[in-house]
């Protein structure tokens, strides 16, 4: 199984709500990422998970929380989202950090209105 | 972290040889040279690696000059599904903090018929 899950694959959610982007991988592997995408634009790095534990965090505003319940399972909880925050939502997984063979889930398209 | 710079776009046809070069004039001793594909909607897929001279797999060749302050992906023989971004991306594959797996601007390469 080389595949990286995202569910689900569209959202739209008001700015009030609480939603979880949901990710997932058995590959085994030890590094999680989560990258948001505007149209046009490269992959931004937001958060990355090494073993479980959160290694990096680009400054991203607190209304996005990552969680990483076990080494398969990658979870981005939002709420009180603004409408700029309309993107794509990847997640990727890699052996380890550091190892930039990495695979990625098809993203999940969130529209906030 | 070395910063990359590649062409914003390039057009091809059917059958040719597509060459796209980055140029990543600050690499580290210890860095290597990754490129990934993605299409529209989709999360970017790894193509192929390397660190000096020549590498080839079923996909691409990678081509890496001994100062290896640029590299160049070969797509050869590009069909029309072959239209997608192609990133370039650098990092120290053994430093897990100092490798972000941060992507570039990345070239938008349109087959045409």
């Known amino acids: 199984d080389t595949e990286v899950t995202q569910t689900p694959k569209h959202l739209v959610m008001g700015m009030t709500n609480k939603k979880s982007l949901k990710c997932e991988q058995h590959?085994?592997?030890?590094?999680m990422y989560w990258y948001k995408q505007k149209a046009k634009k490269p992959p931004e790095l937001m958060f990355v998970y090494s073993y479980e534990k959160l290694s990096i965090n680009e400054s991203v505003p607190s209304r996005f929380s990552p969680e990483c319940p076990n080494s398969s399972l990658l979870n981005l909880h939002l709420h009180a989202l603004q409408p700029e925050d309309s993107a794509l939502y990847l997640c990727?997984?890699?052996?380890?950090?550091?190892?930039?063979?990495?695979?990625f889930g098809q993203g999940t398209r969130l529209t906030v209105v | 972290l070395a910063k990359t710079t590649q062409p914003i776009s390039m057009d091809s046809y059917e059958g040719q040889e597509v060459n796209i070069t980055c140029s990543h004039n600050n690499i580290a001793t210890n860095d290597y040279i990754t490129w990934y594909q993605q299409f529209p909607s989709q999360g970017p897929r790894f193509i192929i690696q390397g660190y000096k001279t020549k590498v080839t797999n079923e996909v691409a060749s990678l081509f890496i000059p001994a100062d290896r302050k640029s590299s160049t992906l070969s797509l050869p023989r590009v069909s029309l599904s072959d239209t997608a971004v192609y990133y370039c991306l650098v990092g120290d594959l053994k430093t897990a903090a100092g490798n972000k797996l941060t992507f570039g601007g990345g070239t938008r390469v349109l087959v045409k018929p």
């Open positions: 990727a997984s890699s052996p380890r950090q550091g190892n930039t063979e990495a695979f």
């Open positions: 590959m085994g592997h030890r590094a």
